[in-house]
């Protein structure tokens, strides 16, 4: 019977600490994937922001990909969460496929980003 009382609440645990991990992960890649889309937001603004023949470079450590909603807007993913960003300059080409590394140009007041 103590046996038994041992086994049932090793299961609890066992069960708890796995929803613990996981929200835990949850949480991890949420702060992962803001803090990319920071770095990137800011580049692409600064790109924007210069002027023509203003290029930079936005690197990360996961495979983030880009689309796009509109002239000025586009949609940042990354580790399955999505941030969106309103650019003032318009969006002339984005990457076909998710990358860890972009190159954000400014074509004559246009964003590309390859």
Do not use: W, Y
């Not at 103590?2 to 890649?29: C, E, K, P, W, Y």
């Amino acid at each position: 019977m103590l046996f038994a009382l041992f086994l049932a609440m090793l299961a609890i645990v066992l069960a708890s600490s796995s929803q613990i991990r996981g929200m835990a992960q949850n949480r991890t890649d949420a702060a992962i994937s803001q803090q990319a889309f920071n770095d990137f937001s800011s580049k692409a603004g600064r790109a924007c922001a210069l002027g023509d023949g203003n290029v930079r470079v936005f690197s990360t450590q996961g495979a983030a990909s880009i689309s796009g909603t509109g002239s000025k807007s586009l949609v940042f993913t990354m580790l399955n969460i999505t941030h969106n960003l309103e650019l003032p300059c318009d969006i002339g080409g984005l990457p076909a496929s998710p990358s860890n590394s972009f190159t954000i140009e400014n074509k004559g007041g246009t964003i590309e980003i390859t």
